[in-house]
């Protein structure tokens, strides 16, 4: 585990000289941007160096499960409270809303990432644990954001920024937190956030080790409940969308129906992480016509056998550094093909998404076994590209709302 104080400490010895306790800089010569506030130098927010996460202590023992969707459900739009009314005009410019969040860590629960919902007028950076992790606009469709987590205390930092004309400003999240034991938590915008009526992009503010105690709480602009805000809830994006992933099957599809034989297809990619980041978890959406099965690093994520609807599921454990994902489909007559995503997010705070296309190998034979990452699969075909999703005879699927 890494605590604040050993983090603290070591900037200290990197850039500074402890004199009779205080700490002297030499703001000349340095040149790191984590002194910038103590040398006066203007900062802004996202120049924080990120505090990478600790290697992972806990034992997680969760398996995928389907996507355990979340709502605005107990959730108030917030916003400063420089204007009293509720829905009211507010200043131009951007506003800064912190929550620390305590999650326990210990046996074998932990918190390893969390799915997050927000929205906002007019626009948003969500940082978590001082990595930017996304960006959004607007207060009718929220973004959903996967992102990693520390075993305990992580801090969520929104930026949110009223643009001209001004006017009504508000901002409305909600965080699932999933821990290494399948089990979850969630955490919604309310009047325990923190919050300054000012501008704080003069202050490292979306540091985990930055002191908010002296912040005020956020002020409520109604809840997000039906009609009892300006804003209502907004609109819940999909789980992911698919529109850059392709239908694939093997050579034996007549790409131009999409019709393929009767039969059982296997599918595979691997995942190999690049540089020195991990991976920590994954979302993945995926549809096949007529059925199928996924694994990942030979574990069942899940099946379906219904291809009018994509399916999403929740993986909460990943290997570091290589991940294999596998499937077995088959189509019991006309079209056949398969379509997924799979998401994966780092410890570094960065996504990486994998879709279905000629990279992924496929074979219209396999041994048991073919599902585990050990087995070769150097002899199989590159996948037969069958088409862009949106294509006929499936046109857009139903996928689940995040
Ligand atoms: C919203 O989420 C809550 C749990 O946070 C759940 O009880 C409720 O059924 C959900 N509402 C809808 C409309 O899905
Ligand atoms: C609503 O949220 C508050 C604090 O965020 C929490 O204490 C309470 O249990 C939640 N209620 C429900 C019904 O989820
Ligand atoms: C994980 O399991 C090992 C061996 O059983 C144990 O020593 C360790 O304390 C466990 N980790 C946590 C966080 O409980
Ligand atoms: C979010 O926006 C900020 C400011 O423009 C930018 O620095 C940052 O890289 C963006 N983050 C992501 C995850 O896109
Ligand atoms: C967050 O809360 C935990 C436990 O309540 C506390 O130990 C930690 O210092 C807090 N961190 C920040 C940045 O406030
Ligand atoms: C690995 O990352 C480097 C630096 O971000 C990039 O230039 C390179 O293209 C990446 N390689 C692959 C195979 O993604
Ligand atoms: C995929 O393999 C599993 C496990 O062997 C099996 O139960 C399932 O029927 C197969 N699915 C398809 C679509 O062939
Ligand atoms: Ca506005």
Excluded at 276 to 298: F, M, P, S
Excluded at 314 to 322: D, K, M, N, V
Excluded at 369 to 394: L, M, N, Q
Aim: glycine fraction near 10%; include cysteine; charged fraction near 15%.
């Amino acid at each position: 585990m890494l605590h604040k104080l050993e983090v603290a400490v070591s900037i200290l010895l990197a850039t500074g000289l402890a004199v009779n306790g205080a700490v002297v800089l030499n703001c000349a010569r340095d040149v790191d941007s984590a002194n910038d506030e103590m040398c006066n130098r203007p900062v802004h927010s996202t120049t924080t160096p990120p505090i990478p996460l600790p290697t992972s202590t806990c034992n997680s023992t969760a398996t995928p499960t389907p996507y355990q969707t979340i709502n605005f459900s107990n959730t108030s739009w917030i916003w400063t409270g420089e204007n009293p009314t509720a829905g009211g005009a507010n200043p131009i410019g951007l506003r800064s809303f912190r929550k620390n969040v305590s999650t326990p860590c210990e046996n074998d629960k932990c918190a390893r990432c969390a799915t997050i919902i927000a929205a906002v007028d007019n626009d948003y950076q969500l940082y978590v644990n001082g990595l930017s992790v996304g960006n959004g606009s607007g207060w009718d469709l929220a973004g959903v954001h996967y992102v990693p987590l520390r075993e305990q205390d992580n801090v969520f930092a929104f930026a949110g920024i009223n643009v001209p004309p001004g006017g009504p400003a508000g901002f409305v999240a909600k965080i699932l937190v999933h821990y290494s034991d399948g089990s979850t938590d969630s955490i919604g915008t309310d009047e325990t956030w923190r919050t300054l009526p000012r501008d704080t992009s003069a202050l490292s503010w979306t540091s985990p080790n930055f002191d908010d105690s002296a912040w005020g709480r956020a002020k409520s602009q109604g809840p997000t409940a039906n009609g009892a805000s300006l804003w209502g809830a907004p609109k819940l994006p999909p789980a992911l969308s698919l529109a850059d992933a392709r239908w694939i099957w093997t050579s034996d599809v007549n790409v131009g129906d999409a019709t393929a034989p009767v039969g059982t297809r296997f599918f595979r990619t691997t995942h190999n992480v690049n540089g020195t980041k991990r991976a920590v978890c994954a979302t993945a959406v995926i549809d096949a016509d007529d059925e199928y099965t996924l694994w990942v690093n030979g574990v069942i994520v899940g099946s379906n056998n219904n291809f009018q609807a994509a399916k999403a599921y929740h993986i909460p454990s990943l290997s570091g550094q290589t991940n294999t994902f596998a499937v077995n489909a088959s189509s019991v007559g006309g079209p056949a093909g398969v379509i997924a995503k799979i998401l994966l997010v780092f410890d570094d705070g960065t996504t990486e998404a994998l879709v279905t296309g000629t990279g992924w190998k496929a074979s219209a034979t396999a041994p048991v076994g073919f599902e585990k990452p050990a087995f070769d699969v150097s002899g199989w075909a590159a996948a037969t590209d069958v088409g862009a999703f949106g294509r006929s005879p499936w046109g857009q699927l139903a996928i689940p709302a995040a």
